[in-house]
């Protein structure tokens, strides 16, 4: 009796979350660096909502990103769910949120990936394109990203500066296209432009720009092109081809709502290492998701690293067969994605680990343990690199039926091995109110603190060249200006909706310790992001 009363009010609440968005439009071009779909809290007697789910997932149905979309397994009902088919919807948008669905009644459950139909685009469905395309399972989509940006003080020098992009997905469901059941392709290109305002003022640490680098000086950079298949209803789903490695793991959605990149999609150490490099950067690679039950997940991924090439698959991305290759990645994670309350409280907690096995130079040692830039000795190699993470997300108070309609609270932590790597450690905190109770539903406000720590071998080795009268060395977050040692960043954003798939985000940023030495005056940064679906 008990199980059943439980049961019974698990379905009445289901219902209820489904029709607080359904028939929600995704406000997502997928892996677009661009779009950050996410519900919003609207009735079911209102128009209905877009929704902004970010690669990131942002919380504004008309926020866009600069990152992609994650694709996320995705439990399927206990045996005794009601038999109810969701929309798409209903369904892309529980698998965006790492959410599995309450319920279904179909024996496709569709993809991992957050799709792009539905979306509010700023020119409509293109006189009835888009609608003819997804009657077939193929899903197209492009958006463009633009980042202004300058320091009003401090830094090596004032400056201001562009960074942008213009990106295309491709996504197919080749069960309506060819019959070929819970099997699905996705594509993604990019074509970035502009100028690094991090370079310009010294700061390579925790670049105030999303839309920047690894795109190489090309017209079409391939971010990823791969298959996943589902199997059990989707209890086990198994992707590969060219994926980014940050697009299963080391993920967190709700933080590219924020300009800033170091957590944008994943967090940094991580995703500047060969073996962690996320979009627009990939890796080939494989994952496999199995969902024991609705709330935990377990995933395991591995990919091939290229230790030797600042640019996987070349400057283009479509070299998969580029000089280096040989050594593997094998990444894991495990999440759980907990409801609290009668008022549907979501929240995501995730632990990884990943062991790059290929062998990596000391950042210090030669190899008897001292100075290599003293000694004049070989560097001592270290066998392995790894990052551990750990990151949370969880809704403090509702203001709607919304997935995300309301305030969150997240952050997390991650660590490298900093014999290798020379960021140590970061650790960051957020809070982000998303559908504004302030009558701006498609509005959305943030803030952000960060804090990151350089690893001692790093400081050493830039001790030893500053007493040796040598250039410092570069490392993983490019050209030093001194001994680094932490840095603290802290940003607040005003995400405005003004048109059908647009926004405009006002963005302040502080940093202090810039590039994490003491060479340069705290800075002060002041930018815009428009993002608008097309």
């Given amino acids: 009796m008990l199980n059943k009363n439980k049961n019974s ?39 209905p909502a877009s929704v902004a789910a970010t690669p990131t997932g942002s919380v504004s149905d008309t926020k866009t990103v600069s990152k992609p979309v994650r694709p996320v397994s995705y439990a399927p009902p206990e045996p005794r769910s009601p038999r109810r088919r969701l929309s798409d919807a209903d369904l892309h948008l529980y698998v965006t949120l790492n ?125 990823a092109l791969y298959g996943e298949k589902g199997l059990f209803r989707n209890r086990l789903n198994i992707a590969a081809g060219w994926i980014p490695t940050g697009t299963f793991f080391n993920y967190d959605y709700l933080a590219c709502s924020f300009v800033n990149v170091t957590t944008c999609g994943n967090p940094a150490p991580g995703k500047y290492v060969p073996g962690g490099r996320d979009w627009p950067s990939g890796n080939l690679g494989a994952v496999v998701r199995v969902w024991p039950t609705r709330q935990f997940y377990l995933m395991a991924g591995l990919f091939a690293v290229n230790s030797s090439s600042n640019y996987n698959g070349g400057i283009s991305g479509w070299a998969w067969a580029q000089p280096g290759l040989g050594k593997f990645s094998s990444q894991f994670e495990v999440g759980w994605l907990p409801s609290f309350g009668k008022n549907d409280l979501i929240g995501h907690y995730k632990l990884g680990y990943f062991y790059d096995n290929a062998r990596y130079p000391h950042l210090y040692e030669d190899i008897n343990g001292n ?137 302040f940023q502080y940093i202090n310790h810039v590039n994490a030495t003491t060479k340069f005056r705290d800075a002060a940064i002041l930018g815009v992001q428009i993002n608008t679906i097309l």
């Fill in 371 to 507: 100075s290599y830039q003293a000694t004049g000795l070989p560097r001592r190699y270290r066998a392995g690199m790894n990052v551990a993470w750990f990151l949370a997300d969880q809704m403090l108070v509702r203001y709607g039926k919304g997935l995300t309609n309301g305030l969150i609270a997240f952050g997390g932590a991650e660590y490298a091995n900093g014999a290798t790597v020379a960021m140590r450690d970061h650790a960051w905190i957020s809070l982000l109110s998303a559908g504004t109770p302030w009558h701006r539903p498609l509005d959305q406000v943030g803030i952000m603190y960060h804090h990151f720590d350089m690893s001692h071998s790093v400081a050493l080795q830039q001790e030893s060249s500053q007493a040796l009268g040598l250039p410092y060395v570069s490392n993983q977050w490019g050209e030093p200006y001194g001994v680094q040692g932490h840095e603290n960043v802290w940003e607040a954003f005003y995400s405005v909706h003004v048109l059908t798939g647009t926004s405009i985000q006002p963005d």
């Fill in 9 to 47: 009010r698990t379905r009445r609440s289901a219902n209820v979350f489904l029709r607080s968005f359904a028939p929600a439009p995704l406000a997502c071009a997928g892996y677009l660096a661009l779009i950050a779909p996410v519900a919003h809290a609207q009735s079911a007697s209102q128009a």
């Fill in 99 to 223: 959410k599995p669905p309450p319920m279904t009644g179909s024996d496709r459950e569709g993809p991992t990936e957050m799709l792009m139909y539905g979306n509010p685009h700023l020119f409509g469905d293109w006189g009835g394109i888009q609608p003819w395309l997804t009657k077939r399972g193929i899903y197209l989509t492009a958006g463009i990203n633009e980042e202004f940006m300058g320091n009003v003080t401090g830094g090596k020098q004032r400056a201001y500066s562009d960074a942008g992009q213009v990106a295309a997905e491709l996504d197919i469901d080749w069960d309506k296209l060819a019959g070929i059941n819970e099997f699905w392709t996705h594509m993604l290109v990019v074509n970035g432009h502009g100028n690094n305002l991090g370079r310009l003022i010294g700061e390579n640490i925790a670049q105030p720009q999303q839309i920047y680098g690894a795109r190489g000086n090309v017209v079409a950079h391939l971010v």
